[in-house]
């Protein structure tokens, strides 16, 4: 795509964080090409709202858009799904959201609770955090789904039968906590239920719309 080299240029000048002053031949040099193209470039990135310029004397002051920084975030994840496949840790990010009210009957059941204390090493508190994936993150969690899970088995408590689910181990803030995932579920893949031993509203002070940064680690591995 067109705007992954200037954008990532820009973004090393610093305009992630900053109103960063560049005229277009200085941008030029950077991306190898002329003055002319390079100002008929920028102009590009303005009226597609990957970044944002004010003109001034001398050439023009820009920083990079929230669709501009989510568009190199995506290209990121998408190298990391190339060129780190066996690393350790993977990253996603989203924000909260209320979910639907569902979790809290489904985890205080028995038959999951007890394999989640034997399976997961932790009795979870009754409710899930939801979170909702940033695009980039969208990408990275198909490399959740190439690791191995935690099976949660399906079960019969003599009125009505439980579905089975696989748990993935993560940590939030240090905090221990899981990616649960039903085997039979309504929710798109960006959309993420987490149980944890705690309130993590609560305890971390979140509200809907806070950024959170869920680290999976796949060394915590899982016997079915």
């Known amino acids: 795509m067109y705007a992954v080299e200037p954008l990532k240029r820009l973004a090393l000048l610093g305009a992630t964080e900053n109103l960063i002053k560049i005229s277009s031949a200085e941008f030029a040099q950077y991306i190898t090409t002329s003055s002319k193209t390079a100002a008929r470039l920028l102009k590009q990135l303005e009226d597609d709202r990957y970044i944002e310029r004010q003109l001034v004397p001398g050439g023009q002051k820009i920083t990079l858009t929230c669709n501009g920084i989510d568009l190199l975030h995506k290209e990121y994840a998408e190298y990391q799904l190339i060129f780190c496949r066996e690393s350790a840790d993977i990253e996603l990010q989203g924000q909260v959201i209320?979910?639907?009210?569902?979790?809290?009957?489904?985890?205080?059941?028995?038959?999951?609770?007890?394999?989640?204390?034997?399976?997961?090493?932790?009795?979870?508190?009754?409710?899930?955090?939801?979170?909702?994936?940033?695009?980039?993150?969208?990408?990275?969690?198909?490399?959740?789904?190439?690791?191995?899970?935690?099976?949660?088995?399906?079960?019969?408590?003599?009125?009505?039968?439980?579905?089975?689910?696989?748990?993935?181990?993560?940590?939030?803030?240090?905090?221990?906590?899981?990616?649960?995932?039903?085997?039979?579920?309504?929710?798109?893949?960006?959309?993420?239920?987490?149980?944890?031993?705690?309130?993590?509203?609560?305890?971390?002070?979140?509200?809907?719309?806070?950024?959170?940064?869920?680290?999976?680690?796949?060394?915590?591995?899982?016997e079915g």
Not at 101 to 109: A, L, S, T
Not at 150 to 156: D, E, K, P, Q, S
Not at 195 to 204: C, D, G, S
Not at 205 to 222: N, S
């Open 98 to 222: 209320t979910g639907l009210g569902e979790g809290q009957y489904y985890i205080v059941q028995h038959g999951y609770m007890s394999q989640f204390s034997e399976k997961l090493g932790f009795q979870p508190f009754p409710g899930t955090l939801n979170i909702k994936l940033n695009e980039a993150s969208v990408s990275m969690r198909q490399k959740m789904d190439h690791t191995q899970p935690i099976c949660i088995h399906g079960f019969n408590d003599d009125e009505r039968t439980f579905g089975a689910g696989k748990c993935y181990p993560i940590r939030i803030n240090g905090i221990k906590s899981a990616i649960i995932v039903p085997e039979r579920t309504h929710y798109p893949t960006n959309l993420l239920e987490i149980i944890a031993p705690v309130n993590l509203r609560e305890k971390l002070h979140l509200k809907d719309g806070d950024e959170v940064k869920i680290v999976l680690d796949k060394k915590d591995k899982c």
